[in-house]
């Protein structure tokens, strides 16, 4: 009687592991969706970051009079500047190198960052 109690206690504990861990989605196994109409050009963000759009992306976007780079009032109506409006303007002024109230391809390309040794 001993052994059949302890076969039936150890199959309920291999059935409640064995369930417990079905219930887990394996990464690798997750559905895939079915990818957007232009998606299949895009790249997969890594890190789950999306990628801060290039210089050329930013005026070929936002450059409304096709003069080749972004005035003030074209940088102030992206909806990024739109969210805060202050911080838009002051950006903007950083950005703004030779103040001459407008943004370069070079004023939009951000430095690269130097190595700390």
Known sequence: MKAITSILSILALAATL???EGDKKPEGDAPKKPAAEGDAKKP???GGKKKAPSAEELIKKLDKDGNGS???EEYLASPQAKKDSAKAEERF???DKDKNGS???EELTPKPKKDAK
Request: hydrophobic share 45%; net charge positive; no cysteine.
């Open 70 to 72: 972004l005035s003030k």
């Open 93 to 95: 002024g950083k950005m």
């Open 103 to 105: 943004l370069s391809k």
């Open 18 to 20: 064995n369930a417990a």
């Open 44 to 46: 997969a963000a890594e």
